[in-house]
């Protein structure tokens, strides 16, 4: 296994433009998060997916974010009419989660960093 | 509600001495702790998870932590600081049952002095 692969690793745009991250997580893990992360900052909880269902996305900042996993595989976020206040490194990670079993452990991948000109 | 506070937002240390970062947490039940490690354009990495077993955990790379629920802690340690260990350390609580949400810390930046 690969581990999870986010992509692609740097995106530079002009404000106003959309953007689109992909996730592809670990083959077996069913559960499915995004963060952001700034500088000097923790990871920020964005929204989660249990196979393809959405379970929490009121943390979405805005409107103008959402998330998909059509098919409980890899995931995309996107980003609509893109604000400099949205430059950050957007992490996804996954996680095997099973009722009874331990620790939810999240795997994360490398990010992907966004740069709104 | 769950939250972490990370006391220190950079901690240098001189190579071979003692690593001591804190973190304390705030939850209305027992929940698991996590501490995790990112270098520089890297993702973050698991050091090590308390799970309401053994309260002393240990982890990769040297590290352990150890969980005091009467002080809310789960501060994390290694006994000689090594180069290699200069990086941002993260620490993370979940709630224990659903394993939903991670909330982590605003992190920890380690300097290791030669």
């Known amino acids: 296994d690969t581990g999870v692969s986010q992509n692609p690793r740097h995106k530079i745009t002009k404000r106003g433009q959309n953007v689109t991250f992909r996730c592809d997580p670990i083959s077996e893990h069913n559960r499915l998060y995004w963060y952001r992360q700034t500088l000097g900052q923790g990871p920020e909880f964005l929204t989660y997916?249990?196979?393809?269902?959405?379970l929490e996305k009121s943390r979405l900042l805005s409107d103008r974010f959402s998330a998909e996993r059509p098919k409980g595989s890899f995931s995309t976020l996107e980003i609509q009419r893109t604000e400099q206040g949205d430059s950050a490194m957007y992490l996804c990670a996954s996680s095997e989660w099973g009722w009874g079993g331990g620790a939810n452990v999240l795997t994360f991948g490398a990010g992907s960093r966004l740069t709104v000109l | 509600a769950q939250s972490v506070t990370q006391l220190g937002s950079h901690v240098s240390v001189s190579e071979g001495a003692l690593v001591l970062l804190r973190c304390n947490y705030s939850s209305s039940v027992p929940p698991y702790l996590f501490w995790y490690v990112q270098y520089p354009n890297q993702g973050l990495q698991l050091l090590l998870k308390y799970t309401s077993a053994a309260t002393l955990v240990k982890g990769i790379n040297g590290f352990e932590a150890e969980f005091k629920k009467s002080e809310t802690s789960f501060h994390l340690t290694k006994p000689s600081a090594h180069m290699s260990d200069a990086a941002e350390y993260f620490c993370a609580v979940s709630e224990k049952y659903t394993g939903n949400q991670f909330y982590f810390g605003t992190g920890t930046s380690l300097t290791v002095i030669p």
């Open positions: 997916f249990q196979n393809e269902a959405q």
